[in-house]
Structure formats: structure tokens, C-alpha cells
């Protein structure tokens, strides 16, 4: 027996899964050596420098996403995005006024915190589906703006999986996923926030890398209070994340 499968059908199934992880609700049942199971592979994700090097570049994403979604709230035109394998990242934007490119400017580095707490809380609300169905829409939304092969490569890989889980995987797997990579968000945030502290301190080589510095030249505030503005949302981040798993675990 021959099965025809006619992309619309495809495409119409994998709608289908989107808008049923809207309307999925349920708090998982997550027994305490699962959750601790699963902060465990967070930190790996985030901390080894082996499986840093490719998490990160997914942090590295989610920064520069920051930046586009900031820039496009104060009605700034986004160019396009590149992602390096270095973890670099830029945002070429445009438009009028010095608070746009400030405010885009800003949400790089607390947006991988901001965005892993969002998914950590969508768990214990039970709204996981709805957690991953917008992110596999944000995610093929984000391929419009890549300019460069390896951050097409990040977001093909990224989109790829969040289509995959939406389409095929279960109620509990989808909790467990975005469970273990809201954490690993945070925790990446916060290994970032302190890389781009050393370059203030040890690598002033690097500054003209830094959010922190370009901020501090285009606003005349200075580097320090970017950093701790910047310490500010990532630390209530993680803080709030621990208190939702936490509550989990009790």
C-alpha cells in the first residue's frame, strides 16, 4: 500500500500540534529525582566547556533575539542577525532616537535569564505546550533575520527540534524538555553575565565586544552600571527560577 504524504497535509498536522499545545494545560507530576535529574543536565549543558561551546552558541541565540525583539518594541528596523562560533554575536538595526538602540542594546544579556524563567514558570503552570508551540513559532520567525551560516545553522537545528517535539513528543516529554531548558537558560545567563564581567576586568582587549561598553559610549553611562542593571535582571531571574523549582520539589 503506497502513502502519499502531500506537504499540505504536513503542514496542516504540524498547525494542528501548535494549536493544541495552546490548549494542553496540566501541571506534570515530576518526582524529586527527576527534577534534580534534570538540573543536573542543565548544568552540564552549561557549564563543561565541552558542551558549553555548543549550548552556548544557542544562548548566543537567544542574546541576539533579545536585541531584535527589543529593537522591533520601540519600532526600530531589524536587518538581519549574525552568530559566530566564538559566541560572538551582532544585531544590525536602524531607526530614530537614542532610547531604541539603548533599550535594544540592553536586552541581550538578561534575555536567555528572562526567557529560561518564562519556561521554567510555563511548567509549573502547567502551560508547557503553549511554552513550546510559541517557540517553535518563534524560532522559524528568526530564520527571516539570519545572515551568516553558522547562525543559520543555530537556528535551523533549534527550529528543527522545536518542530519535532511539538509535532511527536508527549505531554510529560515536552514538560521535561522545556523544564531542563529554561534552567539551563538561566544558568548560561548567569556563566555570560560573568564572562562579559572578566572583560571589563582581565580582557580589556575585548571590550569593543562588550553590550556594557558600546552601551556606555553611545548613552555616556557608564560600563558599570550596565553590568549591574544587566546582574539585576539576571539575578532576580535565577532567584524566581529557583523558587519555582523549589516549589516543584515540594
Known amino acids: 500500500m503506497n502513502i502519499e504524504l502531500r506537504p499540505a497535509d504536513l503542514a496542516n498536522d504540524w498547525w494542528q500540534a501548535v494549536l493544541r499545545g495552546f490548549t494542553t494545560q496540566g501541571v506534570p507530576t515530576l518526582a524529586t529525582p527527576v527534577v534534580l535529574g534534570i538540573i543536573a543536565a542543565a548544568v552540564v549543558l552549561s ?3 565541552a558542551t558549553w561551546r555548543w549550548f552556548g552558541l544557542y544562548v548566543t541565540f537567544v542574546h ?7 529593537a522591533l518594541m520601540t519600532g526600530r528596523f531589524v536587518h538581519g542577525l549574525r ?3 566564538d559566541h560572538s554575536g551582532q544585531l544590525l538595526s536602524s531607526g530614530r532616537g537614542k532610547f531604541g538602540a539603548a533599550w535594544s542594546g540592553f536586552w541581550g544579556y538578561p534575555s536567555p535569564a528572562v526567557v529560561g524563567v518564562a519556561l521554567i514558570w510555563s511548567v509549573s503552570a502547567g502551560r508547557s505546550g503553549a511554552a513550546m508551540s510559541i517557540g517553535a513559532l518563534v524560532l522559524l520567525i528568526a530564520l527571516i533575520f539570519l545572515r551568516n551560516f553558522t547562525g543559520i545553522f543555530v537556528a535551523l537545528v533549534s527550529a528543527a527540534t522545536a518542530q519535532l517535539l511539538v509535532m511527536f513528543a508527549s505531554d510529560s516529554t515536552v514538560s521535561h524538555v522545556v523544564l531542563g531548558l529554561g534552567i539551563a537558560l538561566v544558568v ?3 556563566r555570560d553575565w560573568f564572562k562579559v564581567a572578566a572583560v571589563h576586568v582581565r580582557r580589556r582587549d575585548r571590550l569593543a565586544s562588550s553590550d556594557a561598553y558600546i552601551l556606555a559610549r553611545s548613552t555616556g553611562v557608564p560600563s558599570l552600571l550596565w553590568l ?4 539585576v535582571v539576571i539575578g532576580a531571574s535565577a532567584l524566581f527560577s529557583i523558587r519555582v523549582v523549589w516549589g516543584m520539589l515540594a
Not at 541576539?64 to 527589543?70: K, M, R, Y
Request: no cysteine; proline share 5%.
Open 47 to 49: 557549564i563543561p566547556r
Open 188 to 190: 548560561g545567563a548567569v
Open 228 to 231: 549591574v542593571a544587566f546582574a
Open 64 to 70: 541576539e533575539l533579545g536585541h531584535a525583539f527589543a
Open 83 to 85: 552568530i559566530g562560533l
